[in-house]
């Protein structure tokens, strides 16, 4: 714990104290390379002392603190929202809770099968039937009702999608509103130009951005353990520990340049993904279908080609070729290529549906191939199986 001028105690240590921790080429600024260990190596210019120029920001740790208490604070958000706002909009729609279900009884034989697939074939039903003594109709009716039991419903799906659609939407609206006519998201090597003097700065602008995104991106590292579980689960746990990372290490490296951009053009196909869903959720066809392509086609061209050629190529290439080597870089670049490993994983689901939507003699409208979620039949359906 440190004591400020002030007399007031932080839960961080500052940077001082934090450097100090570290010895010879070791030290907290080496990791940014030899500029930043050369001007800074016996000084941290950026504590929570250093007053900052008007309409600016400098970064300090106890940023950290604010993103905790936004994250915190948008989690009860989103509860309120879900309940007050999403619900009846679902509803009104005729979306609505799985109700009138009979609880089937525990059956450790066959959980075991439902661990293993939501949808059991004709010969593991007969396997599992004949291990747990019981018919074959009653193994069904005992998995029709699990299912039912454990499977979120479309109001509760809707409700999730709902509450992502309205924060990407804003987001992305902001982050691109300013970022839009910033020199360095069409010319990255500006973003390494005097470096780290003339990054140490941040207008306000941008650091509501990030501190807003890194809050977001916490609070869905936690709520993914009780959001509609999808088959993705850890790959997406993986990506939201590498954001956060590269938010939280660009925020405090001087960065953030680079770091903004990697935040807009994210959102973008994110808005995309989220109205689609909507669509599907509200049988809207053409919505979903259109979304979906604009989903598709924002994927490729942001995260598939602009990611690679310019964000990765700018972060491992063009910073080296300003500031020489730094040690810190070696680190972001290994969550930067992380990152585009998921996208590539993700896009042989978008590939998948693709190929599952053209080759079908239908009308196939989209849906999302990564939920565990199945087709549960409504209760009167149920009934009149189990009669």
Not at 362 to 369: G, L
Request: charged residues 20%; proline residues 4%.
């Amino acid at each position: 714990v440190s004591t400020q001028s002030t007399g007031m105690l932080y839960p961080f240590p500052s940077w001082d104290q934090f450097s100090r921790i570290f010895k010879n080429k070791y030290d907290t600024f080496w990791w940014f390379g030899e500029n930043y260990y050369r001007k800074y190596g016996d000084k941290w210019p950026l504590s929570d002392q250093t007053e900052s120029p008007e309409g600016y920001v400098y970064p300090s740790i106890s940023d950290f603190k604010t993103v905790a208490m936004l994250a915190l604070t948008l989690y009860v958000v989103r509860f309120l929202f879900e309940k007050v706002i999403a619900e009846p909009i679902g509803k009104w729609f005729g979306l609505k809770h799985y109700t009138n279900s009979t609880p089937p009884g525990p059956n450790k034989k066959l959980e075991a099968l439902i661990a293993k697939t939501k949808k059991p074939n004709k010969k593991q039903i007969e396997e599992v039937a004949k291990l747990a003594d019981m018919e074959i109709r009653d193994v069904e009716v005992w998995i029709r009702r699990r299912l039912r039991e454990i499977t979120p419903s479309q109001l509760t799906k809707f409700k999730e999608t709902m509450w992502r659609f309205v924060f990407y939407s804003s987001i992305c609206g902001y982050g691109i509103s300013i970022m839009w006519n910033q020199d360095y998201l069409w010319n990255t090597m500006l973003c390494w130009v005097g470096y780290p003097d003339l990054t140490w700065a941040v207008p306000n602008c941008l650091y509501y951005y990030y501190m807003v995104s890194g809050a977001f991106y916490l609070s869905l590292l936690v709520s993914q353990f009780h959001d509609t579980k999808r088959k993705d689960f850890w790959e997406m746990f993986l990506h939201h520990i590498a954001t956060l990372s590269l938010i939280g290490g660009s925020w405090i490296g001087g960065g953030y340049r680079m770091g903004s951009i990697i935040l807009v053009i994210h959102d973008v196909a994110d808005v995309f993904l989220e109205t689609a869903k909507l669509g599907i959720y509200l049988k809207w066809e053409m919505v979903s279908n259109v979304c979906f392509a604009g989903f598709t086609l924002s994927w490729i061209l942001l995260r598939l080609i602009f990611y690679p050629y310019k964000v990765i190529t700018s972060s491992l290439f063009e910073s080296t070729a300003v500031l020489g080597v730094w040690p810190a870089n070696i680190v972001y670049g290994l969550f930067l290529i992380v990152l585009q490993v998921l996208h590539i994983y993700w896009f042989t689901f978008i590939v998948k549906l693709l190929v599952k939507i053209l080759g079908s003699n239908d009308d196939t409208s989209v849906e999302d191939n990564r939920s565990e979620d199945e087709e549960i039949p409504s209760s009167s359906e149920e009934d009149k199986k189990d009669q």
